[in-house]
Nanobody, 131 residues
Framework: QVQLVESGGGLVQAGGSLRLSCVAS????????MGWFRQAPGKEREFVAG???????????YYADSVKDRFTISRDNAKNTVYLQMNSLKPEDTAVYYC?????????????????????WGQGTQVTVSS
């Protein structure tokens, strides 16, 4: 049984930082493409960042334009964990953040950005940025 469990959300002032974690179980983690999405109230869930499988020399790391140069996605395969380091946070970053994973090899930003490409999702963690 595959499980993804996020943590690290909270309330932070604009300009501050948070690091989200997502621990995976029931999978060979290094063989999973991982992503972070977010959903603000009244809005659709949107792509934030994606990271390729570790057993593949192809692929890349992708970011939404709105978070580029502020957020960093990374993984620690020994801990079955994917991280999202969020710096210079803005009120518009307020949302529930979801971790997602798939065993697929994803090619190109369009596929990383598509919710349909991911097979497993966490329950989400709330991030609130105050102005």
């Amino acid at each position: 049984q595959v499980q993804l469990v996020e943590s690290g959300g909270g309330l932070v002032q604009a300009g501050g930082s948070l690091r989200l974690s997502c621990v995976a179980s029931g999978v060979t983690f290094s063989r999973y493409t991982m992503g972070w999405f977010r959903q603000a109230p009244g809005k659709e869930r949107e792509f934030v960042a994606g990271l390729k499988r570790s057993d593949w020399n192809g692929g890349n790391t992708y970011y939404a334009d709105s978070v580029k140069d502020r957020f960093t996605i990374s993984r620690d395969n020994a801990k079955n964990t994917v991280y999202l380091q969020m710096n210079s946070l803005k009120p518009e970053d307020t949302a529930v953040y979801y971790c997602a994973g798939t065993g697929k090899f994803l090619f190109g930003s369009t596929n990383y950005e598509s919710r349909l490409m991911y097979d497993y999702w966490g329950q989400g963690t709330q991030v609130t940025v105050s102005s």
